[in-house]
């Protein structure tokens, strides 16, 4: 089985200021993938960053980067330089073999100007 | 266009009729996934499919059934056995290899 647990319910950010959301995870498996979705208020997923489990680099796109620490099993999202449209709520993930798909809870962002 | 469409946008129902709400992809994508998605709520998966006439059972499968007889199709059945089937729904879909999941625009389920 896996599992994935997003701690925070909703997180505040000053405009321009930097954010980390927190997931955890669990898996029995050694070949994995993890995700950070965000869901704006359209409901549109939108895929925000991806990393190997196998990649020990931490995976960055613009101004959103991870901290992956697979002995803990954590993978945490940092949104720096926050803007109004990163207002929206954020699903952490994993994708093992079988290519179950599985998300946490989320986490809300409001940005606030 | 590639994507992945869900339709209805929006669907009633009355209480104790099943209803089916339709997923179709034309991304060439072997897996196909059903997620439901309650006010303030997580994703949770319903049931997927990585292949033709091959599906699993998700975290919340009970009072839901599922078909994919054809790649570009995975229909979900919402039965009179769900006890609390208001929701949204998403469908989403993955190609073999890749590790981007696209999604569709989702369903509105109202049972009343």
Redesign the interface.
């Known amino acids: 089985a896996q599992t994935v647990t997003?701690s925070q319910?909703e997180m505040s950010v000053q405009e321009a200021e930097t954010v980390t959301l927190s997931c955890t995870y669990d898996t029995s498996e050694s070949d994995y993938?993890l995700?950070w979705y965000k869901q704006p208020p359209s409901?549109?997923?939108i895929?925000v960053i991806?990393q190997?489990a196998y990649k020990q680099q931490n995976a960055t796109e613009n101004r959103f980067s991870v901290n992956f620490q697979k002995a803990a099993k954590s993978f945490s999202l940092k949104i720096s330089d926050s803007q109004l449209g990163d207002a929206a709520m954020y699903?952490c993930a994993i994708?093992a073999a079988?290519?179950?798909?599985?998300?946490?809870?989320?986490t809300?962002v409001l940005v606030k100007p | 266009d590639g994507g992945i469409t869900q339709s209805p946008k929006y669907l009633f129902r009355k209480e104790g009729q099943n209803v089916t709400l339709s997923c179709e992809q034309n991304l060439n994508h072997d897996a196909m996934y059903w997620y439901r998605q309650d006010p303030g709520q997580g994703l949770r998966l319903i049931y997927y499919s990585q292949i033709v006439n091959d599906f699993q059972k998700g975290d919340i499968a009970e009072g839901y059934s599922v078909s994919r007889e054809k790649k570009e199709s995975f229909p979900l059945t919402v039965t009179s056995a769900q006890k609390n089937p208001t929701a949204f729904y998403l469908c989403a879909s993955l190609g073999i290899g890749s590790t981007e999941a696209f999604f569709g625009q989702g369903t509105r389920l109202t049972v009343v």
Do not use: A, C, D, S
């Open positions: 997003q319910p993938y995700f409901r549109q997923m895929l991806r190997e699903f994708k079988g290519n179950k798909l599985t998300f946490g809870g989320g809300r």
